[in-house]
């Protein structure tokens, strides 16, 4: 196994041989040192320029709690997604199926609040299964059947749009169930899932805005379960090298079903806060959202040809994602300018977290040829390069697919 | 969706038979217009034949553009339980085209293949439906285009709201809800649809009532709830001072409505929206519960095409353009308009 397969956040740089018999190979090899260390860092780096970006145009605005809470709080459900998405990315697989999965729990969350007026304890867990199952379907289709991921989440995100779109009979589903002029309680309590305004914890400084809390939530979780378990481990090898992870006695076809149940149980925990945010479950509702999650995945260092990601990467590219949405909102800069802006962040957050690539820049720039000492590991340039170039274009398409004219 | 499948899977390389499928195409696309150009088809639309099929029963295709957005699922439900006044008609499965110009223009053909007496239409887009309108003319089946129009003369009658007169009123609704003036924001739909271009042109006309109104803020929100309530949050943690916000559809003056009312400001703020909706979470509920001001009720059309349809195949004048009025729904008449438009208790 290469230390691809370990679960260091983005950082896969494997020390190359020390070729010492020049004057510069001390300073060489502490380059080589704090290489691995920059390349964990750069995920940051796009956070920081994204913040700063936003303190020096709207310092007064962006800085603070209230505007974070938006900003998070209106791609928490997308975030969360990601986080999904990740675990299945890692594995060398893609799951396109979570936007459409997470729409059919937020019609069913809209309907079991406004149809039946459950409590929240019940349709939060219920969501889950509903997407854990769609996700079980996905894994069994991919480990068992062989089918190419790709291809089975594509076909699911059109099975759980349909039932979606059938189960709802088209129509959007409100969650404000109302007895006489007052919201029911349980539809009271179903607004603190998500409604802006609505706060879990309301004793704490005013209290905690719920999607900011799951999505943090969430991002914690599944860092701990992929770095501290033996299933984490697991999931690293499996995308690393899956003959490899075979004949060391992983259970390959165990773990695939399980990322993909893992993802789908996150779409179904998904759709009731983005129920909750609009007040009501649109039929459409998570359209794209699967592109806007593998963007997130991509820039917070996830590799599509598996093995190379983190869970708190994915976090990071969320929060890029988001804040840099807010940062344009807040500065009114065109929505086609923003899907612009947001392809070409996609590009150079890959290009930035590709060791390989940074060093022979470095190389090039210094203008000498020491040789393809330090390249990449598991992971060929080929990879990473088609990774990059299909999140590119989800940017300008995760925007202008719904097309959810109302006249 | 089903667009970006087809991109996402066009990716594959599979030139040499797709190149000949486009030869022939190209080659089909030239014959049939070549003889709509013999035939000199466009101007003169044709009328039924007359003949109702074996079980006595007119047959209609309707073709919608997509199932999905309220405001179609509302005009599908009330195009079935009008068509069923009328025992020589009959309805075919509407069919969805989610959106897709080219699944649309392909479902339109099946109805020119099974031979409907009537087709109903929605086109999703003017530009590539005109030519499908144009191929149903030329195989005589006469043609009602509902709500969008397309770029021929080549149908029967066309019933559409007018989305510029709505604008309109809403402007005007707008300036005399703020006679001493005040800070006025909207946000749109999709920019390059029509009925966005429509209601953005009416709405700026008639707020020129009164010259105090400024608009300080316009965004494009793409018809959508949640991001309506992202791009208000943005505007008033800027400290921009908003008065009223004129919503394009009831769906983006409610997301804004949520967010204002996420930070107590939901008082101070007068909210407008359009196409006052009869059903749960619509617009009229909203007019109701005092979230939004006013909305304007954009008519279905339903009633009025089942009507001509039957007008058609009675061979009675049709007008060629029947422009539909619409409803301003106030809290005085919301629980009037509520009912009069409610179909969900109705047998579809």
Same mark, same amino acid.
């Given at each position: 196994m290469t230390d691809t397969k370990t679960p260091a956040p983005s950082g896969d740089t494997p020390?190359?041989?020390?070729?010492?018999?020049?004057?510069?190979a001390g300073l060489r090899a502490r380059v080589r040192r704090v290489l691995p260390v920059l390349g964990s860092m750069q995920g940051y780096i796009g956070l920081v320029v994204v913040v700063l970006l936003g303190i020096v145009t709207q310092g007064d605005t962006f800085l603070t709690q209230a505007n974070f809470t938006d900003a998070i709080g209106a791609f928490a459900s997308r975030g969360i997604l990601a986080v999904g998405v990740t675990l299945v990315i890692l594995t060398a697989g893609i799951d396109l199926s979570v936007g459409s999965v997470m729409g059919m729990a937020s019609m069913a969350s809209a309907m079991m609040i406004?149809?039946?007026?459950?409590p929240v304890w019940q349709i939060v867990p219920l969501c889950m299964l509903i997407g854990a199952a769609f996700g079980l379907i996905n894994g069994i289709g991919t +480990?068992?059947?062989?089918?190419q991921s790709f291809v089975m989440t594509l076909a699911m995100l059109s099975i759980a749009r349909g039932l979606d779109k059938q189960l709802s009979n088209n129509q959007a589903t409100p &969650?404000?169930?109302?007895k006489g002029a007052d919201l029911t309680p349980h539809a009271e309590q179903f607004q @603190?899932?998500?409604?802006? #305004?609505f706060n879990v914890?309301?004793?704490? @400084?005013?209290?905690?805005y719920f999607p900011v809390l799951a999505f943090f939530g969430v991002v914690i979780v599944f860092h701990l379960l992929l770095s501290r378990t033996t299933f984490g481990r697991h999931v690293y090898a499996v995308g690393g090298n899956p003959t490899a992870a075979r004949l060391s006695g992983i259970n390959v076809t165990f773990v695939i079903i399980a990322v993909f149940t893992l993802s789908g149980l996150l779409a179904g925990f998904a759709g009731p806060i983005d129920a909750a945010y609009s007040a009501s479950a649109d039929p459409?509702? #998570?359209? $794209?959202y699967e592109l806007d999650a593998i963007a997130a995945a991509v820039i917070g260092?996830?590799?599509?040809?598996?093995?190379r990601g983190s869970i708190i990467g994915t976090g990071i590219g969320a929060l890029i994602l988001t804040l840099l949405d807010n940062v344009l909102g807040l500065n009114d800069v065109s929505p086609n300018w923003q899907l612009v802006i947001k392809g070409v962040i996609v590009v150079f957050a890959v290009v930035l977290q590709r060791p390989d690539l940074m060093r022979s820049l470095r190389r090039r720039l210094r203008g000498g $040829?020491? #040789?393809? $000492?330090?390249s990449a590991g598991s992971n060929g340039p080929g990879g990473s390069a088609g990774s990059a170039g299909s999140s590119g274009s989800s940017g300008p398409a995760s925007g202008g697919a719904k097309e959810a004219a109302s006249a | 969706m089903n667009q970006r499948l087809r991109t996402r899977t066009g990716t594959?390389?599979?030139t040499r038979p797709r190149a000949r499928t486009y030869v022939r195409a190209l080659i089909a696309v030239l014959a049939v217009s070549g003889v709509a150009a013999a035939t000199g088809c466009s101007s003169k639309p044709p009328m039924a034949d007359g003949k109702p099929g074996p079980d006595g029963k007119f047959v209609i295709g309707y073709s919608q553009s997509?199932? +999905?957005?309220p405001y179609r699922a509302q005009v599908n439900k009330q195009l079935e339980y009008y068509v069923k006044? !009328?025992?020589n008609l009959k309805l075919l499965p509407i069919s969805d085209a989610n959106a897709n110009s080219a699944q649309q223009i392909s479902q339109v053909q099946n109805f020119i293949k099974k031979k409907v007496d009537v087709l109903l239409i929605s086109p999703n887009e003017p530009d590539p439906l005109t030519g499908a309108v144009q191929r149903a003319c030329q195989a005589h089946i006469p043609v009602v285009v509902l709500d969008r129009d397309v770029? &021929?003369?080549? !149908?029967t009658s066309f019933i559409g709201g007018d989305n510029y007169k709505i604008g309109k009123l809403a402007g005007e609704r707008a300036a005399k809800e703020l006679p001493h003036g005040g800070n006025v924001a909207e946000l749109r739909g999709i920019l390059s649809d029509k009925p966005q271009i429509d209601r953005h042109n009416g709405f700026m006309a008639g707020i020129?009532?009164?010259?105090?109104?400024?608009?300080v803020r316009q965004r494009e929100a793409k018809w959508l709830r949640p991001n309506a309530t992202q791009i208000m949050q943005q505007w008033l943690r800027n400290g921009t001072k908003i008065d009223l916000v004129y919503g394009h559809n009831d769906d983006m003056a409610i997301g804004a409505q949520l967010a204002a009312k996420g930070m107590h400001k939901d008082k101070s703020i007068k909210f407008i929206g359009t196409d006052?909706?009869?059903?749960? #979470?619509g617009g009229i509920r909203a007019v109701q519960q005092g979230d939004l001001l006013e909305t304007f009720a954009y008519p279905t059309g339903a009633k009025e095409a089942a009507r001509t349809v039957e007008d058609i195949v009675r061979k009675k004048k049709v007008k060629k353009h029947q422009a539909l009025d619409t409803q301003p729904v106030t809290k005085g008449n919301a629980e009037e308009v509520y009912k009069k438009n409610d179909f969900s208790h109705k047998g579809g």
């Amino acid at each position: 196994m290469t230390d691809t397969k370990t679960p260091a956040p983005s950082g896969d740089t494997p020390l190359p041989d020390l070729a010492a018999d020049d004057e510069n190979a001390g300073l060489r090899a502490r380059v080589r040192r704090v290489l691995p260390v920059l390349g964990s860092m750069q995920g940051y780096i796009g956070l920081v320029v994204v913040v700063l970006l936003g303190i020096v145009t709207q310092g007064d605005t962006f800085l603070t709690q209230a505007n974070f809470t938006d900003a998070i709080g209106a791609f928490a459900s997308r975030g969360i997604l990601a986080v999904g998405v990740t675990l299945v990315i890692l594995t060398a697989g893609i799951d396109l199926s979570v936007g459409s999965v997470m729409g059919m729990a937020s019609m069913a969350s809209a309907m079991m609040i406004f149809q039946n007026d459950m409590p929240v304890w019940q349709i939060v867990p219920l969501c889950m299964l509903i997407g854990a199952a769609f996700g079980l379907i996905n894994g069994i289709g991919t +480990a068992w059947l062989k089918i190419q991921s790709f291809v089975m989440t594509l076909a699911m995100l059109s099975i759980a749009r349909g039932l979606d779109k059938q189960l709802s009979n088209n129509q959007a589903t409100p &969650t404000q169930l109302r007895k006489g002029a007052d919201l029911t309680p349980h539809a009271e309590q179903f607004q @603190h899932l998500g409604t802006p #305004g609505f706060n879990v914890f309301e004793g704490l @400084h005013g209290g905690i805005y719920f999607p900011v809390l799951a999505f943090f939530g969430v991002v914690i979780v599944f860092h701990l379960l992929l770095s501290r378990t033996t299933f984490g481990r697991h999931v690293y090898a499996v995308g690393g090298n899956p003959t490899a992870a075979r004949l060391s006695g992983i259970n390959v076809t165990f773990v695939i079903i399980a990322v993909f149940t893992l993802s789908g149980l996150l779409a179904g925990f998904a759709g009731p806060i983005d129920a909750a945010y609009s007040a009501s479950a649109d039929p459409l509702a #998570g359209t $794209s959202y699967e592109l806007d999650a593998i963007a997130a995945a991509v820039i917070g260092g996830a590799s599509l040809a598996g093995g190379r990601g983190s869970i708190i990467g994915t976090g990071i590219g969320a929060l890029i994602l988001t804040l840099l949405d807010n940062v344009l909102g807040l500065n009114d800069v065109s929505p086609n300018w923003q899907l612009v802006i947001k392809g070409v962040i996609v590009v150079f957050a890959v290009v930035l977290q590709r060791p390989d690539l940074m060093r022979s820049l470095r190389r090039r720039l210094r203008g000498g $040829s020491a #040789g393809p $000492s330090g390249s990449a590991g598991s992971n060929g340039p080929g990879g990473s390069a088609g990774s990059a170039g299909s999140s590119g274009s989800s940017g300008p398409a995760s925007g202008g697919a719904k097309e959810a004219a109302s006249a | 969706m089903n667009q970006r499948l087809r991109t996402r899977t066009g990716t594959v390389p599979r030139t040499r038979p797709r190149a000949r499928t486009y030869v022939r195409a190209l080659i089909a696309v030239l014959a049939v217009s070549g003889v709509a150009a013999a035939t000199g088809c466009s101007s003169k639309p044709p009328m039924a034949d007359g003949k109702p099929g074996p079980d006595g029963k007119f047959v209609i295709g309707y073709s919608q553009s997509n199932n +999905a957005e309220p405001y179609r699922a509302q005009v599908n439900k009330q195009l079935e339980y009008y068509v069923k006044k !009328y025992p020589n008609l009959k309805l075919l499965p509407i069919s969805d085209a989610n959106a897709n110009s080219a699944q649309q223009i392909s479902q339109v053909q099946n109805f020119i293949k099974k031979k409907v007496d009537v087709l109903l239409i929605s086109p999703n887009e003017p530009d590539p439906l005109t030519g499908a309108v144009q191929r149903a003319c030329q195989a005589h089946i006469p043609v009602v285009v509902l709500d969008r129009d397309v770029k &021929t003369n080549c !149908y029967t009658s066309f019933i559409g709201g007018d989305n510029y007169k709505i604008g309109k009123l809403a402007g005007e609704r707008a300036a005399k809800e703020l006679p001493h003036g005040g800070n006025v924001a909207e946000l749109r739909g999709i920019l390059s649809d029509k009925p966005q271009i429509d209601r953005h042109n009416g709405f700026m006309a008639g707020i020129k009532k009164n010259r105090k109104i400024k608009v300080v803020r316009q965004r494009e929100a793409k018809w959508l709830r949640p991001n309506a309530t992202q791009i208000m949050q943005q505007w008033l943690r800027n400290g921009t001072k908003i008065d009223l916000v004129y919503g394009h559809n009831d769906d983006m003056a409610i997301g804004a409505q949520l967010a204002a009312k996420g930070m107590h400001k939901d008082k101070s703020i007068k909210f407008i929206g359009t196409d006052g909706l009869a059903i749960d #979470g619509g617009g009229i509920r909203a007019v109701q519960q005092g979230d939004l001001l006013e909305t304007f009720a954009y008519p279905t059309g339903a009633k009025e095409a089942a009507r001509t349809v039957e007008d058609i195949v009675r061979k009675k004048k049709v007008k060629k353009h029947q422009a539909l009025d619409t409803q301003p729904v106030t809290k005085g008449n919301a629980e009037e308009v509520y009912k009069k438009n409610d179909f969900s208790h109705k047998g579809g």
